[in-house]
């Protein structure tokens, strides 16, 4: 019996292996019957259904590449394919060679088996091909594969122009002017880092650039929500007609005011592929915030090299999702006072209800009034309700008593270039072994943009007085 059962195991491994030999063996056959005596370029020119696609390859001189010792993959379309071809792309030989130039890849490419399979391809004008099963882009692929000595041919039903990424698109088109123009123009210098002389370096390790040095115009949005341009990432982008996009930002202006289309346009991008029939009726933008969606919205939509772009007609946003609830965490301090000593704590701990936690605590450090200093950005003009929760007391704590400390909150209005002015906003009775988060009262910023912090010790420099502990600060919006 156990001879029988060892057999029938040892048989069952064999089968299942030589099943997976054959999955592999399939994968690779076409490699394998390759055509060692001829080149891609020799390939392409002796079949006559691809004489027109090959001799764009040598009008734009792509031929030198084909019969090099690189390899390359080329998505060949046939000479029928052609027949639909834009006559601008064929009469203009920039444009003509970019779209030669969108069927090649610098690789041999063993196309998709199922599918359910999906690969990115980068092609040679930089911009990156989904293979899915037997297509490319929204070509067929037509047949197999035919390898030769420096790479693989395919046979598609249909040339495959080059698509504008989503930045491209939307500077193109007329469907969303307010939003086209207020993005494409919200700008700022930076330092030209590629073309600077470097003379050192600072603590952090960031670059010490010599005097005066060259600067170049950076678009907002690629800094702050998503750089469009870049080809190697997948992007959902919405464009909000100029009557939706005018009604939208007349309701953030009370919260963000003259910020009030950057408030907006922030959150019309997602990261990742949405065509219409995927579409959720809710999605989440690149920094986290709802967009509510609705099929029916959707005007018209434009699949791009990097993503998808639908034109909508509408997206009501809610107010309490542009004007949310937010922490500043306490063991992500912006800096510290500039004479720090003593000892900062970055812990991690369990509450009295067993959830981890983690906070920061500065314990001995002989200082009257230090401080740890938080910032946040983009912070709306709405009253809060401020709660802090500050955990003193807990197994291994150095601290054993109650102590206070206080919040300081920048004032931009009073403050001059050569003197900062920091409000008291609030006092802060730590007890121990309190988990409750504590009220600290109402906040209102007196302008939109950043809210910058001091947490900042008693004015005494007694060990066990001047403790400085915080696991979060919660700013909830008091909203109509």
Not at 22 to 42: G, M, P, R, S, W
Not at 256 to 277: E, I, Q, R
Request: aromatic share 12%.
């Amino acid at each position: 019996m156990k001879k029988n059962i060892y057999y029938t195991l040892l048989l069952l491994s064999a089968m299942f292996w030589l099943s997976a030999c054959k999955d592999v063996l399939d994968e690779h056959t076409e490699i394998i019957n390759a055509d060692n005596t001829i080149d891609v370029f020799q390939k392409l020119a002796a079949q006559p259904n691809l004489s027109k696609f090959s001799d764009y390859i040598r009008s734009t001189g792509y031929d030198k590449l084909l019969v090099s010792s690189q390899n390359y993959t080329v998505w060949a379309p046939t000479n029928e394919a052609l027949a639909t071809l834009d006559a601008s792309i064929s009469a203009d030989p920039a444009k003509l060679k970019d779209f030669v130039a969108n069927h090649i890849a610098l690789t041999t490419i063993a196309a998709p088996k199922s599918s359910a399979d999906t690969l990115k391809v980068q092609l040679l004008n930089k911009k990156f091909a989904t293979l899915i099963g037997k297509t490319f882009e929204e070509a067929g692929v037509t047949g197999n594969g035919q390898f030769v000595k420096n790479g693989a041919i395919y046979t598609i039903d249909k040339p495959v122009p080059t698509k504008l990424n989503v930045w491209e698109f939307m500077l193109s088109s007329t469907d969303a002017p307010l939003q086209s123009n207020y993005i494409s123009n919200i700008s700022t210098m930076v330092i030209d880092s590629a073309n600077a002389t470097i003379i050192g370096y600072n603590n952090s390790g960031a670059p010490i650039y010599a005097p005066n040095p060259p600067m170049v115009s950076r678009n907002l949005y690629w800094t702050s929500v998503a750089d469009l341009r870049t080809e190697n990432q997948q992007y959902t982008f919405f464009m909000l007609q100029d009557a939706a996009f005018s009604s939208e930002t007349a309701k953030l202006t009370p919260y963000y005011a003259a910020n009030d289309k950057l408030g907006l346009v922030s959150d019309f991008t997602v990261k990742g592929l949405y065509p219409v029939d995927k579409l959720p009726d809710t999605l989440l933008s690149t920094r986290g915030v709802k967009i509510p969606l609705t099929k029916a919205a959707v005007v018209k939509s434009y699949r791009a090299s990097n993503g998808i772009v639908h034109v909508v007609s509408a997206l009501p946003f809610r107010i309490k999702d542009k004007v949310p609830t937010f922490k500043i965490e306490g063991e992500l301090p912006f800096s510290f006072r500039a004479d720090r000593t003593g000892n900062t704590f970055y812990r991690t701990k369990l509450d009295n209800k067993g959830i981890l936690y983690k906070d920061i605590e500065v314990y001995d450090h002989s200082i009257s009034e230090y401080y740890i200093r938080y910032v946040k950005s983009s912070v709306p003009m709405v009253k809060y309700k401020v709660y802090a929760r500050a955990v003193a007391g807990a197994a291994g704590d150095a601290q054993v008593s109650a102590f206070t400390q206080r919040y300081f909150i920048y004032n931009s209005l009073t403050s001059t270039p050569t003197a900062s002015v920091y409000d008291l906003f609030a006092t802060h009775n730590v007890t121990l072994l309190n988990y409750d988060e504590v009220y600290l009262g109402e906040y209102t910023p007196k302008q939109f943009g950043l809210l910058d912090l001091r947490l900042t010790s008693a004015a005494s420099t007694t060990k066990g007085v001047s403790t400085l502990i915080l696991d979060y600060l919660r700013f909830e919006p008091i909203l109509p």
